[in-house]
Nanobody
């Protein structure tokens, strides 16, 4: 069974950087598309960045040019490098695995527990 576990969140000042990691276990055939989502309490979960099985990537507009999603297939680890962070990036960040290359939460069935990112102004 595929499982995903996030790490790397924390507190950072605006303009700073953080790197989030997601350890993927059980996906021996690399059949999953992976995505980072974020959610602020009281708001809908938002797709941030996704990477397909072929390595293609897509981002929500608000993070383009600042965030980079990558996957180390040898280590089966997903990474989200976040640069030039803004206070509005503050949220709980979730790693998710699914069969569809998408930023839509409903397309993903496997979720991690989340890691908090807080950006101070």
């Amino acid at each position: 069974q595929v499982q995903v576990v996030e790490s790397g969140g924390g507190l950072v000042q605006a303009g700073g950087s953080l790197s989030l990691s997601c350890a993927i276990s059980g996906d021996t055939e690399r059949n999953y598309c992976m995505c980072w989502f974020r959610q602020v309490e009281g708001k809908e979960r938002e797709g941030v960045a996704a990477i397909g099985r072929d390595g293609s990537t897509t981002y929500t507009d608000s993070v383009k040019g600042r965030f980079t999603i990558s996957k180390d297939n040898a280590k089966n680890t997903l990474v989200l490098q976040m640069n030039n962070l803004k206070p509005e990036d503050t949220a709980m960040y979730y790693c998710a695995a699914g069969r569809t290359y998408s930023l839509v939460p409903q397309h993903f069935s496997l979720w991690g527990q989340g890691t908090q990112v807080t950006v101070s102004s």
